[in-house]
């Protein structure tokens, strides 16, 4: 069993949020929808990758979709929050999740 993943839990928690910031700000429902959905599977990429390190093309994918899909929006949109915002934390984790894998 490895170490407990902080940052992707916190990663997790901070879509999460946003999906319940956005529906509680504007209404969204879509927000929270998205929210929720990605927010909990960066959760249980997280759980897995806490488990085994070698288990990490879960959170890998899930965090490389999040990044394009708010990458896209935020190219569009020219908004930094939270499409740009997302996207930036999205890469971060992908950044991390590539160099992680290469050092072991």
Known sequence: M???DYVSYGFALI?????LLGYVKAGSTMSLVSGFT???????GAYRFSNDPRDY???L???G????LMG???YNTRKF?????????????VTRLITTRLLY
Do not use: H, N
Request: overall charge positive; charged content about 0%; glycine content about 14%.
């Open 61 to 63: 994918l899930v965090s």
């Open 15 to 19: 879509v999460l949020s946003g999906g």
């Open 2 to 4: 490895g170490s407990t």
């Open 72 to 74: 896209y929006r935020f």
């Open 38 to 44: 990605f927010g909990g599977l960066l959760a249980y």
């Open 65 to 68: 979709v999040l990044m394009s």
């Open 81 to 93: 929050m939270p499409a740009g915002m997302i996207a930036i934390l999205s890469l971060v984790q």
């Open 57 to 59: 093309l879960f959170l």
